[in-house]
T-cell receptor, first 114, second 111 residues
């Protein structure tokens, strides 16, 4: 049982390049999330999805797009990368239980934009 | 939206000493609170959660937290830490379908 798998684990981009981070979960979770982690700022929500075919903006959505075409996958795209997007990105998923949003996290994807 | 504030960014502590990590939340009628831990180069994992009921919540690895409504706090404690408790700890609050996290507290345990 893999849980939440993120690919790639590391990536270096040049300013202006595009890329997609893939998140896959095998727990049949309804909800999925993309967070970014920066020193001293904790985790900030970029986008999230409450079901297949639905997405919504979080706290810091600018410069990112997402898609949830299949229930088990949640893709995060950067169309034109900027140095400010250098960060560690975490995907998470959960069941839609009332109150107990216990998130299962992936191991993270470290992105550097030069 | 509800938010949490972690009052300490870094907490150095000696092995076998107690530790307390402080978290305050914004006032609300009902609140669901969580503590997550992140070991070096790993994702986050749940330590414990408060949904309702007893204000003293026990979690994994000997951690516990106390929900204090009058002080709007949810402090995390462990009576005796180990080297392996070196990690970053995050307090979080539920907002609709989402969790909002604090800035994190780095705990460094020294021998």
């Amino acid at each position: 049982n893999a849980g939440v798998t993120q690919t790639p684990k590391f990536r270096v981009l040049k300013t202006g390049q595009s890329m997609t981070l893939l998140c896959a979960q095998d727990m049949n979770h309804e909800y999925m999330y993309w967070y970014r982690q920066d020193p001293g700022m904790g985790l900030r929500l970029i986008h999230y999805s409450v079901g297949e075919g639905t997405t919504a903006k979080g706290e810091v959505p600018d410069g990112y797009n997402v898609s949830r075409l299949k229930k088990q996958n949640f893709l995060l795209g950067l169309e034109s990368a900027a140095p400010s997007q250098t960060s560690v990105y975490f995907c998470a998923s959960s069941y839609p239980t009332a109150g107990a949003n216990v998130l299962t996290f992936g191991a993270g994807s470290r992105l550097t934009v030069l | 939206a509800q938010s949490v504030t972690q009052l300490d960014s870094q907490v150095p502590v000696f092995e076998e000493a107690p530790v307390e990590l402080r978290c305050n939340y914004s006032s609300s009628v009902s609140v669901y609170l969580f503590w997550y831990v992140q070991y070096p180069n790993q994702g986050l994992q749940l330590l414990l959660k408060y949904l309702s009921g007893s204000t003293l919540v026990k979690g994994i690895n000997g951690f516990e937290a106390e929900f204090n409504k009058s002080q709007t706090s949810f402090h995390l404690r462990k009576p005796s830490v180990h080297i392996s408790d070196t990690a970053e700890y995050f307090c979080a609050v539920r907002n609709d379908y989402k969790l909002s996290f604090g800035a994190g507290t780095t705990v460094t345990v020294r021998a």
